[in-house]
């Protein structure tokens, strides 16, 4: 098989299987965040230790900001919008965060993967993730890309050879074509907030687990933060059972 189909044929499975392959990752860095607590010799406490898990919590709440940002600009059915069953666009989005750089919601992913990543406190393990990121979805933007181009030709191909793929440059910013909906990002995104509060008050409760600590105040925070988002969940999850947050073309 030639390259090119191989990473067709790669890209596809992956895109395909991206909401369960991801899992496999964390159940890696759940170990590796397990073997490194019970096997860690006692260090002091500073003010990066202490703090780390909010930096940690930051970095994934970026990616969940640049998500936001650019779901909340983008109509039905376009270049953004992907169903397990393949590609879909009936335009190609090019303003706003698609003005900037051409995957924003592929970097909005890698940031909040990567705070999750960083909970395990393990170098060689962020460097893995990063490299894991990198191989993954170069596959998955490829098949996307091949799309576009040959749905959109050279209106793609344009708009490609002034934006870059993943690392944004504001220089061709152009203001959003669509205006902000509060109600598709309220739909679109509720999964991924609360998601992350789950998976960081996972992360501290092992922790306390592996080194028999006591939940204090702080372990309160990232449980009260989990309740709070599955509630979230459940309610906009009902809301959207009851076409409440429909919109016209969003």
Same mark, same amino acid.
């Given at each position: 098989? $030639?390259?090119?189909?191989?990473?067709? =044929?790669?890209?596809?499975?992956?895109?395909?299987?991206?909401?369960? *392959?991801?899992?496999?990752?964390?159940? !890696?860095?759940?170990?590796?965040? &397990?073997?490194?607590?019970?096997?860690e010799?006692?260090?002091?406490?500073?003010?990066?230790?202490?703090?780390?898990?909010?930096?940690?919590?930051?970095?994934s709440?970026?990616?969940?900001i640049? @998500? !936001?940002i650019?779901?909340?600009h983008?109509?039905?059915?376009?270049?953004? @919008?992907n169903?397990?069953?393949?590609?879909?666009?009936?335009?190609?989005?090019? =303003?706003? %965060?698609?003005?900037?750089v051409?995957?924003? *919601?592929?970097?909005?992913?890698?940031?909040?993967?990567?705070?999750?990543? %960083?909970?395990?406190?393990?170098?060689?393990?962020?460097?893995?993730?990063?490299?894991?990121?990198?191989?993954?979805?170069?596959?998955?933007?490829?098949?996307?890309?091949?799309?576009?181009?040959s749905?959109?030709?050279?209106?793609? =191909?344009?708009? $490609?050879?002034?934006?870059?793929?993943?690392?944004?440059?504001?220089?061709?910013?152009?203001?959003?074509k669509?205006?902000?909906?509060? /109600?598709?990002?309220?739909?679109?995104?509720?999964?991924?907030?609360? $998601?992350?509060? *789950?998976?960081?008050? %996972?992360?501290?409760?092992?922790? @306390?687990?592996c080194?028999?600590?006591?939940?204090?105040?702080?372990?309160?925070?990232?449980l009260?933060?989990?309740?709070?988002?599955? &509630?979230?969940?459940?309610?906009? /999850?009902? %809301?959207?059972?009851?076409?409440?947050?429909?919109?016209?073309? @969003?």
């Amino acid at each position: 098989m $030639a390259l090119q189909e191989e990473l067709k =044929t790669q890209g596809n499975f992956l895109f395909k299987n991206r909401s369960y *392959l991801p899992l496999i990752v964390l159940g !890696i860095g759940l170990l590796v965040f &397990i073997h490194k607590e019970y096997n860690e010799i006692e260090k002091p406490n500073t003010w990066l230790a202490e703090s780390f898990e909010f930096l940690s919590l930051f970095i994934s709440l970026l990616g969940l900001i640049i @998500r !936001i940002i650019t779901v909340g600009h983008t109509p039905k059915n376009t270049s953004g @919008r992907n169903t397990k069953d393949g590609q879909i666009a009936d335009e190609i989005n090019t =303003t706003g %965060m698609y003005s900037i750089v051409r995957h924003p *919601l592929y970097l909005g992913n890698f940031f909040m993967w990567l705070g999750v990543a %960083m909970l395990t406190e393990n170098f060689w393990f962020i460097i893995a993730f990063v490299l894991f990121y990198i191989s993954y979805y170069v596959r998955i933007m490829y098949v996307e890309e091949s799309f576009l181009r040959s749905k959109f030709g050279q209106i793609y =191909t344009d708009w $490609a050879e002034t934006v870059p793929a993943i690392i944004p440059t504001f220089k061709n910013y152009k203001k959003p074509k669509y205006p902000f909906s509060i /109600k598709k990002v309220l739909k679109k995104e509720k999964n991924g907030l609360c $998601a992350v509060f *789950l998976l960081f008050w %996972m992360f501290d409760v092992v922790c @306390r687990l592996c080194q028999k600590e006591p939940f204090e105040s702080d372990a309160r925070f990232w449980l009260y933060g989990a309740i709070t988002a599955t &509630i979230i969940y459940f309610v906009l /999850k009902i %809301m959207k059972k009851k076409n409440m947050l429909n919109e016209p073309n @969003r």
